[in-house]
């Protein structure tokens, strides 16, 4: 499937991700624990200002079936199983949480050379239902979402996007909160050490217009640092640490040029693989 697009939800996906991803401004703590059985144990837990929470997440991998069960610390109970292969190219996940008897879940999702299709609908008497579409080839890629609340008999959403794909760039324009905000991003890869990523958005019904422009830079094979700046005046800082093999500690800092009497925010993460 390398030669189709990607989902809907990935149009603007790399930009986003390097201005985005890996940023925490709290403390978080994970130990995952792998297993040759094919069964997985992942233990979260993450301190926001004066409260903590957490999650033990369990993953089962078999030849064509995934289970995924997590248990936080509210001793909520969600479950979701995929299967994959029982119909060429096709994936169905079913999932729920206990104890909320109407959050049950199925999707589908359909990947082909020339498209990319997910659904999904509420096993409840009210359900809630979800269609993504993109259609074209790895390098470009058009598509679009809806989602209609049968309760209502309204539309919770409907966006839609075209992205360009390129070893070395990328581009993409979204239009989203049903034809309200419209999005364009880019990302461009220097050299194989360094890129850039900038997003801009205009809000049809305010005239507002916001920008956010980032870098990322890999210092050596295991250290990685990330910077963003955005029109509000917030400027970010990440710096990233592989210590030991797939075990990364990730600090994060921001400082509100707007606000000079308030502290910076620091944010420290702490990723553990045996």
């Known amino acids: 499937m390398a030669s189709g697009p990607a989902p809907f939800s990935d149009i603007g996906k790399r930009a986003r991700d390097l201005l985005t991803k890996d940023y925490t401004f709290d403390h978080k703590f994970t130990l995952t624990l792998p297993s ?10 993450l301190k926001k200002d004066q409260i903590f929470v957490g999650d033990i997440n369990t993953v089962y991998k078999g030849e064509n079936t995934t289970v995924d069960v997590k248990v936080d610390s509210y001793s909520n109970v969600s479950t979701k199983v995929t299967v994959s292969g029982v119909l060429p190219v096709t994936k169905a996940s079913l999932s729920f949480q206990i104890p909320d008897h109407k959050s049950g879940k199925l999707e589908l999702q359909y990947l082909h050379h020339h498209a990319a299709i997910d659904s999904s609908i509420g096993l409840n008497p009210t359900p809630l239902l979800e269609f993504s579409a993109a259609i074209g080839s790895k390098d470009l890629s058009l598509g679009g979402e809806v989602g209609f609340d049968t309760a209502s008999a309204s539309l919770t959403k409907y966006n839609a996007g075209i992205g360009l794909n390129r070893p070395d760039f990328s581009a993409a324009v979204l239009l989203t909160d049903k034809g309200q905000t419209l999005k364009a991003s880019y990302i461009h890869l220097m050299d194989p050490f360094n890129a850039v990523a900038a997003e801009l958005t205009h809000r049809f019904s305010t005239y507002e217009n916001n920008f956010s422009i980032g870098s990322s830079h890999t210092v050596d094979p295991c250290t990685v640092v990330k910077t963003r700046f955005s029109d509000n005046g917030k400027l970010a800082l ?25 502290a910076p925010k620091l944010g420290l993460a702490l990723a553990l693989k045996p």
């Open 238 to 262: 990440l710096g990233q640490r592989e210590w030991r093999p797939k075990s990364l500690i990730t600090v994060s800092a921001e400082y509100d040029s707007k606000a000079i009497n308030a």
């Open 36 to 45: 040759s059985t094919g069964m997985g144990l992942t233990a979260t837990g």
